[in-house]
Nanobody, 116 residues
Framework: QVHFVESGGGLVQPGGSLKLSCTAS????????MFWYRQTPANGREFVAT????????NYADPVRGRFTVSRDDAKNTSYLQMTSLKPEDTAVYYC?????????WGQGTQVTVSS
């Protein structure tokens, strides 16, 4: 059974940093791309970043490029999202995800709030 456990969210001041983690189970993690999305009531769910197997490609949404870094540790079945220079508009619930055999699986989400 595919399962994700996310952690690392919280409250941070503008300009601060957070590192999110997503630990996966139930599938061969190293073979699949990992995705990060975020969701707000105003904007719905939007793409943030992705990392392909063996780190062959990383891609970012324009609003986070240069501030966020996606990575993975296949030995730990874990993907990370390092977020720096955080802005109030980064406030959202962040989700990790993978598409496995045609089906999209999601974590439970972790809240990130950027506020002074």
């Amino acid at each position: 059974q595919v399962h994700f456990v996310e952690s690392g969210g919280g409250l941070v001041q503008p300009g601060g940093s957070l590192k999110l983690s997503c630990t996966a189970s139930g599938f061969s993690f190293k073979k699949y791309a990992m995705f990060w999305y975020r969701q707000t009531p105003a904007n719905g769910r939007e793409f943030v970043a992705t990392i392909l197997p063996e780190n062959t490609m990383l891609n970012y949404a324009d609003p986070v490029r240069g501030r966020f870094t996606v990575s993975r540790d296949d030995a730990k079945n874990t993907s990370y999202l390092q977020m720096t220079s955080l802005k109030p508009e980064d406030t959202a619930v962040y989700y990790c995800s993978a598409r496995i055999q045609g089906e999209q699986y999601w974590g439970q989400g972790t809240q990130v709030t950027v506020s002074s």
